[in-house]
């Protein structure tokens, strides 16, 4: 079988930054380009750590800079969790790569034309390129196969009791890609937040000595430190899950649903509301991850990073 | 011995609530000193109808009210579908012995409440109208309440919306009042109450037992069993039963305390039970969430209650 072309939508971030290591080395897939957006840190943070990680990977692939921010509201951040320049202190190496001269809309649109219908888009910040691509290109839902996102949760939230943080970042344009009319497999925190790696797993890792192997390891330990204040030993894999959901989802469960963002609510902006069973029986716009084979993933990972 | 736990069976009756109300009467651990009917299920005309022919079925020698037909705020909702045109849809039951009070649920709950010795813990298995009003209107009464147990909400889903379960969805307004009321919460929410599952089996066990009421409540059963069979449900959740379960045998349940909001906005979150999981809101838990039950102890349970109407005949 021949690779899927796939966009990586990214906001770099620590745990993005784990996801393209992994990206790279899957033979499923083929990274066509990246592109950036405002969300964990900043769109200038964002899209100057998508170049610095293609150029420690020695990976040539195009960059385009996308939203600033949300399209209808103020922009939040995670940089208490990702570190004020997103990569948690960490120093990419400098690059004189540049971002392309296409916005990161424009580029899905020209790459869904080009790919005939079997593009698919990994999306694993908060979703406002894809809706302003959907906004401004009517026919992009007739081109894209498949959209994998990390974001949203059927259950709690970790922005706020209800919310997830890509979702809550830019609620109306992920209702708008769920809306969209391509289906959108939603690996959200039911699933992601049983994607742990331990420390033992992450050593393991680094122990395999390549700078990337390393690397691994050593970005994500401020968060592990984060992770330990909640009791939690480890880091969740969530943006590195959906990056293996999409290459092959065999490892994990999901489930189709019809899927809404709350858009308002007192309580509740930014919740993915999934009908996974409810008598309301909405439409079926999407799967909903709710489970992995934690073991399985683990291997994969390592298997993966030894390819370094 | 142990006094008994004085309660007010604040419902709108309803399969489950019937089957509730069922347990509460044969338990010698609780003493019913009230109960009165909401408008949920079905309409405030037959909730009461029915609640005053459970009532006598049951033998339940206790005042009782009628609620409103409006919620707080917003319009009725209605379960016909759920519960069949006269909200207790099924076998024959006796025309009702019990008169309506001629006071309004809110005002004999807080009569019962002010003249009962001991605190009271409300049973609410409706919309929690009486309970939320009971609460504006006569909060000098919250000291005397021991314990609100209810049937409502889900911390994973809902089941008329995506998010919100019927209960708590038909009026939030009033589920706002009593999450914020900082009395102590049992929430029997879906987490639960879909484990709390009845099959032929378990139906059959109890019709055969013989006693006018467990045929009745088999009955019930055929009728609630078939309805959500055809939802694709693997059996008929007893939901309010639940809320019962946990005051006569806790044992039988694993407890979770959250901090539990309700959303009462939102274009698909209205009447959503929003538990703050991780302590975003640095709050102490002001709800202790059922989340699991021994379905096979909670089957006892029922099978048990419904020969104590045998004995009592006797």
Known sequence: MSPIPVILDCDPGVDDAIAFLLAKQL?????????????????????????????FLDWDLPVYRGAAGPIFRKRVEAAEVHGSNGMAGFDLPHTKREVEGVNAWDAIHQYALEQQ?????IAIGPLTNLAMAFLKYPDLPQLVKRIVI????????????????????????????????????????????????????????????????????????????????LDISGINMHDPAAVLYAADDSIFKAYPAGIRVETKGSITQGKTVTDLFSDAKWQKNGFVAMDLDRGAFVTKVLELMSKY | ??????????????????????????????????CTSVSGNQSIEKT?????????????????????????????????????????????????????????????????????????????????????ALLILHPE???????????????AFGNWTPAAEFNILVDPEAADVVFKSGLPITMAGLDVTLKALVFPEDFERIRALGNPVAVVVAEWLDFFYNFHRGLGYAGAPLHDAVAVA????????????????????????????????????????????????DREAFIDLLAEAAAWYGKESE
């Open chain 1, 150 to 229: 990390m974001g949203g949760s059927s259950f709690a939230g970790n922005a706020t009791p209800a919310a997830e943080f890509n979702i809550y970042a830019d609620p109306e344009a992920a209702d708008m890609v769920f809306c969209a009319g391509v289906p959108v497999h939603m690996c959200g925190l039911d699933m992601t937040m049983k994607a742990l790696m331990t420390p033992d797993e992450l050593d393991q890792v680094a122990a395999m000595g390549s700078k990337q192997a390393v690397f691994f390891r050593d970005v994500v330990q401020d968060i592990v430190a984060f992770m330990r204040r």
């Open chain 1, 27 to 55: 033979p499923q897939l083929k990274v066509l380009a990246i592109t950036s957006v405002a969300g964990n840190v900043s769109l200038e943070h964002t899209t100057y750590n998508a170049l610095g990680l293609l150029e």
């Open chain 2, 141 to 155: 009464l919250k000291p005397r309440i021991a314990h609100i147990s209810i049937m409502g909400g889900g911390l």
């Open chain 2, 246 to 293: 946990a005051l006569i045998k806790p044992e039988i349940l694993i407890v979770e305390d959250y901090y539990v909001q309700i959303e009462t906005s939102g274009d698909f979150c209205r009447g959503a039970t929003v538990a703050d999981h991780y302590g975003f809101r640095q709050q102490p838990p002001n709800t202790h969430a059922l989340v699991d039950i």
């Open chain 2, 1 to 34: 011995m142990t006094s008994k736990i004085p309660i007010i069976l604040d419902g709108d009756p309803g399969h489950d609530d019937a089957i509730a109300w069922m347990l509460a009467k044969a338990s010698d651990k609780l003493e019913i000193l009230a």
């Open chain 1, 117 to 121: 219908g079997e593009l698919e888009i």
């Open chain 2, 48 to 132: 009461s109808y029915n609640a005053r022919r459970v009532m006598t079925l049951l033998g339940i020698d206790a005042p009782f009210a009628m609620g409103t037909e409006e919620p707080l705020h917003g319009e009725p909702i209605h379960a016909g579908n759920v519960h069949g045109e006269t909200g207790l849809d099924g076998p024959a039951l006796p025309d009702p012995e019990i008169e309506a009070e001629p006071l309004s649920a809110v005002e004999l709950m807080a009569k019962t409440i002010s003249t009962s010795s001991q605190p009271v813990t409300i049973v609410a298995t409706g919309p929690l109208t009486n309970v939320g």
